[in-house]
């Protein structure tokens, strides 16, 4: 029979791996009786798990939440995910986590065994983080926002327009969706009737919140891909759709998911290639991204897109001559 505290570890592991377990199963695991599986599960009770039970033929075991964060048990793949996240978080694009990542990062790396600490540190140095470029967010809005997509209850909150117009929002908020730039927040705003899109670094939570809400079906049912549309387009300045001639698999590897929305066209309706909704800031920049795809495309919108590519296209012709201009 395993020695008490090791029983205890291999009974904890199995509670987190699993969302149900039978009494007698885990007694089999363990190599025990039902009846020292039942005391073990109140020695756990006692160190601050919740764990709840049910008796009949369909009873068993769960693994609750508490109200203490008590030791964890990972495995090697899950220790290292854990480390990477957090060596991310402390470089990423909430604000007022940074500090609390660093410090939880250097518990985790303590308690690693070499071959694990070695692992995360080669992959820490063969990579670079980009993150932060964009406007960060408060950790305590995230919460609130995600708390209430959780519970189905109505955000009431203060924010403030691309235009810097200030204005009270009451919405139901489906999801939120990280862009690789920024957050935002996708949710159905009952007073204008439709879907809107809120970047979260604007949002000001205002409590209390409102009554719960039944969830609706977002956009096409893809609440990524309508944040991402009217993130890479409507955001900018310049918004462009753009037709490329390729397959969506070609091009999909060049183009993250926070510069443009690819959507494949259909070769019966005598379209071939993939549709780009994207935007900038400069006409000049967008420009240089599209070329910089590598494959030949059409600009269906803006006009102003063409008329500057013309424009490079002279210019660049006139570089490119055997003889420029004298």
Request: aromatic letters at 4%; one cysteine or more.
């Amino acid at each position: 029979m395993l020695d008490t505290s090791v029983r205890l570890l291999r009974l904890l592991s199995l509670l987190q791996a699993r969302r149900a377990w039978g009494g007698a199963e885990l007694a089999q695991r363990l190599g025990v009786t039902t009846r020292t599986v039942r005391n073990d599960v109140e020695r756990l009770r006692i160190l601050g798990y919740e764990i709840h039970s049910a008796t009949g033929t369909a009873g068993g075991y769960r693994m609750g939440a508490g109200t203490a964060m008590p030791p964890l048990l990972l495995d090697d793949e899950e220790a290292v995910a854990v480390a990477v996240s957090l060596h991310a978080a402390a470089s990423g694009s909430v604000t007022g986590i940074e500090e609390t990542s660093l410090r939880a990062l250097t518990k985790v790396q303590r308690m690693l065994p070499s071959r694990l600490r070695h692992r995360i540190e080669a992959m820490r140095a063969a990579t670079v983080s980009v993150a932060g470029r964009g406007p960060t967010v408060d950790a305590g809005t995230l919460t609130a926002i995600a708390a209430a997509i959780r519970d189905h209850e109505r955000l009431r909150f203060d924010y403030e327009g691309h235009d810097g117009t200030a204005s009270v929002r009451t919405v139901e908020p489906h999801r939120l969706v990280y862009t690789g730039r920024r957050w935002y927040l996708l949710a159905w705003d009952g007073e204008r009737e439709d879907w809107r899109t809120f970047r979260a670094d604007r949002v000001r939570p205002r409590t209390p919140g409102g009554p719960r809400f039944t969830p609706r079906t977002p956009p096409g049912g893809d609440a990524a891909a309508h944040v991402v549309r009217g993130a890479a387009s409507t955001a900018y300045r310049h918004a462009a759709r753009v037709r490329l001639h390729a397959p969506v698999e070609a091009v999909a590897g060049r183009i993250p998911p926070a510069a443009g929305l690819l959507t494949p066209l259909d070769p019966a309706e005598g379209e071939s290639g993939c549709l780009l909704e994207t935007g900038s800031e400069s006409l000049h920049d967008l420009a240089g991204f599209l070329g910089s795809l590598g494959v030949p495309f059409t600009v269906l919108h803006p006009p102003e897109l063409r008329a500057h590519l013309r424009d490079l296209a002279a210019r660049y012709a006139a570089a490119a001559a055997e003889e420029g201009p004298r």
